[in-house]
C-alpha cells in the first residue's frame, strides 16, 4: 500500500567502513520503491577498508529531483557509529529522531592524535534532536555479529516510516546473500516489532 505522503522524507545512514551503511541504504530505497515512491540516494566514503567514514542520503516522495540532502533537512538519521552520528548530526532538522546503535569505532584521526574519544556524543545529540540508543544488553538471542544491530534499527526505521514489514522482508531476499538472509531477517523483524522505543521518543501519529 502506498503511503499518504505529499512532501519528500529524507533519511541519512551514517556509519564506517564495513558496518554495512551501503547494504542498509539500498534495502530502505527498494522498500520505498516497492511502496510506490520515486527515489534517488546519494553515497559518500573514504577508506572502507580502514573503517572510514561512510554515509547515504535517501530520498523519496512523489516526485524527487535532487539525490543529496542539504544540511537541516533530514527526518531520520539511522547511525551505527556513534561519533558518526555526531559527525553528521548537521544534516538533521531539529526534534527529527536519531536512531543510533551503542557502538564506539575510534577512527583514525583519534588513534594518531591519541585524543580522547568523546563520552558526551549521546547527550550533545539530545540537546537538537530525539534519540532512541540501541544498546546490546537490551537485545536477546543474537549471534554476536555487529551488523546483526544494524538491521534491527533498519527494522524500526522502516515501521516508523510505515512500511510493510512484508516489503522489507522481500528486500532483503533480493539483495542480501543467500548466506545472511535469514539472520537478516531475523534482525529486521525484532527491529520492526518494537515498539517501546516510539513511546520513549513521544512519537505522534505523522511525525
Same mark, same amino acid.
Given at each position: *500500500?502506498?503511503?499518504n $505522503?505529499i512532501?519528500?522524507?529524507? %533519511?541519512? $545512514?551514517a556509519?564506517?567502513g564495513g558496518?554495512?551503511? %551501503?547494504?542498509a541504504?539500498?534495502l530502505?530505497?527498494?522498500?520505498? *520503491?516497492?511502496? +510506490?515512491f520515486?527515489v534517488k540516494?546519494?553515497?559518500i566514503? +573514504?577508506?572502507?577498508?580502514?573503517?572510514?567514514?561512510?554515509?547515504?542520503h %535517501?530520498r523519496?516522495?512523489h516526485?524527487?529531483?535532487?539525490?543529496?540532502i542539504?544540511?537541516?533537512?533530514a527526518?531520520? *538519521?539511522?547511525a551505527?557509529e556513534?561519533?558518526e552520528a555526531?559527525r553528521?548530526?548537521?544534516?538533521?532538522? &531539529?526534534g527529527g529522531i536519531?536512531l543510533?546503535?551503542?557502538?564506539q569505532?575510534?577512527?583514525?584521526? %583519534?588513534?594518531?592524535?591519541?585524543e580522547?574519544?568523546?563520552t558526551?556524543?549521546t547527550?550533545?545529540l539530545r540537546e &537538537?534532536?530525539?534519540?532512541?540508543?540501541l544498546?546490546?544488553?537490551?537485545?536477546?538471542?543474537q549471534?554476536?555479529?555487529? &551488523?546483526?544491530y544494524n538491521? $534491527?534499527? !533498519? +527494522?524500526?526505521a522502516?515501521?516508523? !516510516?510505515?512500511?510493510?514489514?512484508?516489503n522489507?522482508?522481500?528486500a532483503i531476499?533480493e539483495i542480501?546473500? &543467500?548466506?545472511?538472509?535469514? !539472520?537478516?531477517?531475523k534482525?529486521?523483524?525484532q527491529g520492526?516489532e518494537?515498539t517501546?522505543?516510539?513511546s520513549?521518543l513521544k512519537?505522534?501519529n +505523522?511525525?
Open positions: *500500500m502506498r503511503q $505522503i512532501n519528500t522524507k529524507n %533519511i541519512i $545512514i556509519g564506517v558496518q554495512g551503511v %551501503i547494504f541504504g539500498r530502505l530505497g527498494s522498500i520505498a *520503491m516497492s511502496a +510506490g520515486q540516494t546519494s553515497e566514503h +573514504g577508506m572502507s577498508q580502514q573503517g572510514g567514514s561512510v554515509i547515504t %535517501i523519496y516522495g516526485q524527487v529531483f535532487s539525490p543529496v542539504e544540511n537541516g533537512q527526518d531520520l *538519521m539511522i551505527f556513534e561519533l555526531l553528521y548530526s548537521c544534516y538533521m532538522k &531539529k536519531v543510533l546503535n551503542n557502538c569505532i575510534k577512527p583514525l584521526s %583519534i588513534k594518531q592524535s591519541n580522547e574519544y568523546p558526551d556524543i547527550e550533545r &537538537k534532536y530525539r534519540v532512541y540508543q544498546k546490546k544488553p537490551d537485545l536477546s538471542e549471534s554476536g555479529q555487529e &551488523k546483526i538491521v $534491527i534499527l !533498519l +527494522g524500526m522502516v515501521n516508523y !516510516l510505515g512500511f510493510s514489514k512484508e522489507g522482508l522481500k531476499d542480501a546473500s &543467500k548466506e545472511i538472509a535469514a !539472520l537478516d531477517k534482525a529486521f523483524i520492526y518494537m517501546d522505543w516510539k520513549k512519537l505522534r +505523522g511525525d
